[in-house]
């Protein structure tokens, strides 16, 4: 399974030397650490719909909670730096989102059912500080997460491991108990007018990830009807669990904008003037 997940780094299009120069390793680490991250959360929407999983508070929170205890399941190396790092990664998209100039129908929206973007760049960040606060001390300094915050994170981080444990324990499908439904995973053919389109789509195929998620959840839970994992073109950068329908959409779109968010890291590291330069376009997964 992680091995299958690491040739994320092939699936987008961007991976190995010959496929893109201009992506750098942190560029590209950003890149399949957030894609694996949206996908992880949509699938906490899809287990908590297709379980009936009982959520208390916002559904949008408990299904980033999910994605990020999802990615230590998958991962399992907590105390290795580069997954760390990942986690970072996954934060700092957050902060990149909050902090990219935005067009008027994207503004703060007080109504609606995600926290705001500098909210859940800092809970995710409490959580990666909160996993290890003894590692992960220097998260707080990359951050800037406030010590008023980070005095709970610790706590924080075991309440959704707790949710989390729970739901396998009481769900998971046992042993002797029969196969639910699978999840079919479909490539739509993308858009000429992505960048690449055609190699972005033979490389997702090739890596075999979105499969390997897709299974990993059939065979771990049981599932009680067909369900879709698609990869399709949006017409803009998103990401969701349609419950009606039982489809997972994920955006060829969502992988270009990360591509053009990770360029925008060195500004964001090294303390460069917020928000410059930074793509107007994203989704809100
Ligand atoms: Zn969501």
Redesign the pocket.
């Known amino acids: 399974m992680i091995a299958r997940l690491c040739a994320l780094l092939l699936c987008l299009g961007i991976g190995g030397a010959q496929a893109d120069s201009s992506l750098n390793e942190d560029e590209l680490r950003f890149v399949t650490a957030n894609a694996e991250f949206t996908l992880l959360?949509?699938m906490?929407?899809l287990l908590i719909h297709e379980l009936q999983l009982p959520v208390l508070g916002r559904?949008?929170d408990a299904?980033?909670q999910l994605g990020f205890i999802g990615l230590f399941l998958l991962y399992r190396r907590q105390d290795d730096p580069a997954f760390a790092a990942r986690l970072l990664d996954v934060a700092d998209y957050w902060r990149l989102e909050w902090q990219r100039p935005k067009p008027a129908r994207e503004q703060v929206r007080e109504w609606d059912s995600?926290a705001l973007d500098a909210q859940r760049f800092y809970t995710i960040a409490c959580l990666a500080y909160g996993s290890d606060p003894a590692q992960m001390e220097w998260i707080i300094q990359a951050t800037g997460l406030p010590e008023e915050r980070a005095f709970y994170c610790d706590q924080e981080y075991a309440q959704a491991l707790h949710a989390v444990n729970w739901l396998k324990e009481h769900f998971r499908r046992k042993p002797g108990e029969p196969m639910g439904e699978r999840i079919e995973v479909i490539y739509d053919a993308p858009s000429y007018a992505l960048e690449d389109g055609e190699q972005l789509l033979a490389r997702i195929r090739a890596s075999g990830e979105l499969e390997a998620v897709a299974s990993k959840a059939a065979d771990t839970f049981a599932l009680p009807r067909p369900l879709v994992l698609r990869m399709t073109n949006c017409g803009a950068p998103d990401a969701?669990?349609d419950h009606r329908a039982g489809e997972l959409t994920l955006c060829y779109e969502h992988l270009e904008h990360l591509r053009r968010l990770a360029a925008q890291l060195p500004h964001l590291r090294n303390g460069a003037e917020q928000g410059r330069a930074l793509p107007a376009q994203g989704g809100?997964?």
């Open positions: 959360h949509e906490g929407h559904e949008e299904a980033d995600h969701w669990y809100r997964q």
